[in-house]
Nanobody, 122 residues
Framework: QVHVVESGGGLVQPGGSLRLSCEVP????????MGWHRQAPGKQREEREL???????????YYADSVKRRFTITRDNAKNTAYLQMNSLKSEDTGVYFC????????????WGQGIQVTVSS
């Protein structure tokens, strides 16, 4: 059974920073793209927004327009861990952040974390 372990969330003031981590032990990590999805307050699971994604080799990235130039996604394949550095946080960044590991060559094979709360408030 694959476990996706997220950490690093919490409460931060507007303009502050947080770094989320996502560890997925027990898989060939480079075979998976890694993504961070945000579920805003009051939104349903199907309304989660993909905010950032990184390919298996770490060179290909995607960012939602709402987070470009503020968030950076990286990965360390030796540690089976992906990171989301979030800077210049805004109140609209508040939500539950879910980490997803998606197998690149087998669409439909993906693993999700339980989600971690990020609250941006003064």
């Amino acid at each position: 059974q694959v476990h996706v372990v997220e950490s690093g969330g919490g409460l931060v003031q507007p303009g502050g920073s947080l770094r989320l981590s996502c560890e997925v032990p027990g898989i060939t990590f480079s075979d998976y793209s890694m993504g961070w999805h945000r579920q805003a307050p009051g939104k349903q699971r199907e309304e989660r927004e993909l905010v950032a994604q990184i390919g298996g080799g770490g060179t290909t990235t995607y960012y939602a327009d709402s987070v470009k130039r503020r968030f950076t996604i990286t990965r360390d394949n030796a540690k089976n861990t992906a990171y989301l550095q979030m800077n210049s946080l805004k109140s609209e960044d508040t939500g539950v952040y879910f980490c997803e590991a998606r197998k690149i060559k087998r669409p439909g094979t993906d693993y999700w974390g339980q989600g971690i709360q990020v609250t941006v408030s003064s």
